[in-house]
C-alpha cells in the first residue's frame, strides 16, 4: 500500500520541504506559494511553470504520487530543495521524516468549510470508493461519518492536534497556518512561509513588489481562470477544475444547517479542549 511504502522507505533530507494537509484545506493554494516561492530566482512570475501547469504537478504528493507508483521510488532526482506534499497525519509520518531536519508546512481549514468542499469534489469527480456502483453517500449520512472522525487520513481532529502540538513543540520545523487566515492577509503569509523555509524575501525582491506579485499569481481567481486548470487531469483522473471551486470563507452556510453547526461546536469543544488551537 502507498502509505505504508512510504512510512517505510521514505528516506527524508534536511533541505526538504514538505506540505501537509487534510484534504481539501487549500493544498493546491500552498503548492503554488511554496513552488513560487522556491523557484522565484528561476522563474519570474510572468514566466512561472505554474502559468502551464497545474500545482499537483509542480509539487507531487508523497503517497499519491511517488508511492502510489513505486514501492520505492528514487527520489534522488528530485530538484532540491525537494518539495513534497502529503495528508498523513503527524503521527503517521515516517521517522526518518520526523528525526530530519527538513521543515513541515501545515494548512487548515474550518472543518466545516474543508467538509462542505470535500463533498462537492468527490462528487465532481464521482470518487466514493467505499460505495461500488456510483452509489453516493447523502449528504446527512456523510455528515454523521464526519462527526464521527470516520475520514480519509483519519478524525481531523486528531489531524490538526498533530501538527499543531508539533508546531508547538518544534516551531522551527514545523508551521501552523490556517486557510482563513492566508485569505485575510496572503501577503503576510507569503512572508512569513519564505522566512520559514529559510529564503526570506530580500528587501529589494519587496521593493519590487514580488511578494504581492507571487500572491496574485497564486490567487483563486487567476489559477481558476488557467486555461490548463479549466480543463486537464491529475493523478489519473482528478479534473483540475474540481480544484477550484469558489474559495470561500465559510461557504458551509449555504449547505449546513444551524443543527449541524452547533453539532461541530460541540465536536471541537470537546475535541480541541485542553489544547491552544481556536479554529
Ligand atoms: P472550495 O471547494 O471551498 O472552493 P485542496 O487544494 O486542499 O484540495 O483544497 C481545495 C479548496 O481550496 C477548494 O475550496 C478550492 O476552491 C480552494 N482553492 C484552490 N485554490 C485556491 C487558491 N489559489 N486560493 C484560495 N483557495 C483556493
Not at 513534497?84 to 527538513?102: M, R
Not at 519590487?208 to 497564486?218: E, F, H, N, P
Request: aromatic residues 12%; contains cysteine; hydrophobic residues 40%.
Amino acid at each position: 500500500h502507498p502509505l505504508l511504502c512510504f512510512q517505510r522507505n521514505f528516506k527524508a533530507l534536511d533541505t526538504d520541504v514538505l506540505l501537509a494537509s487534510v484534504p481539501k484545506s487549500g493544498t493546491t493554494w500552498l503548492k503554488a506559494l511554496l513552488f513560487s516561492i522556491v523557484n522565484r530566482v528561476r522563474f519570474s512570475v510572468d514566466q512561472s511553470p505554474l502559468l502551464a501547469t497545474n500545482p499537483h504537478r509542480l509539487v507531487f504528493s508523497l503517497e499519491c504520487f511517488y508511492y502510489a507508483k513505486h514501492d520505492n521510488p528514487d527520489l534522488g532526482n528530485v530538484a532540491q530543495p525537494r518539495l513534497f506534499s502529503t495528508h498523513l497525519p503527524h503521527q503517521a509520518l515516517p521517522s526518518s521524516l520526523i528525526e530530519s531536519n527538513c521543515k513541515i508546512l501545515y494548512v487548515c481549514r474550518n472543518p466545516l468549510d474543508q467538509f462542505v468542499s470535500e463533498r462537492q469534489f468527490l462528487l465532481k469527480n464521482r470518487l466514493w470508493p467505499d460505495k461500488p456502483y456510483g452509489e453516493v453517500l447523502s449528504f446527512d449520512e456523510a455528515f454523521d461519518m464526519f462527526c464521527d472522525g470516520v475520514q480519509a487520513f483519519g478524525p481531523f481532529w486528531d489531524h490538526l492536534l498533530g501538527y499543531w502540538n508539533a508546531s508547538l513543540e518544534n516551531p522551527d520545523r514545523v508551521l501552523f497556518l490556517k486557510y482563513e487566515d492566508m485569505k485575510r492577509d496572503p501577503l503576510l503569509k507569503v512572508k512569513k512561509i519564505a522566512e520559514f523555509i529559510g529564503l526570506p524575501f530580500t528587501e529589494e525582491e519587496e521593493k519590487a513588489g514580488l511578494v504581492g506579485d507571487i500572491s496574485r499569481l497564486c490567487s483563486f481567481k487567476k489559477l481558476k481562470d488557467l486555461e490548463i486548470n479549466k480543463n486537464g487531469v491529475h493523478y489519473g483522473s482528478v479534473k483540475n477544475n474540481s480544484l477550484f471551486r469558489k474559495g470561500d470563507i465559510g461557504d458551509w452556510q449555504n449547505y449546513l444547517t444551524p443543527a449541524m453547526a452547533e453539532q461541530m461546536k460541540t465536536i471541537l469543544e470537546a475535541k480541541l479542549s485542553g489544547s491552544s488551537l481556536i479554529l
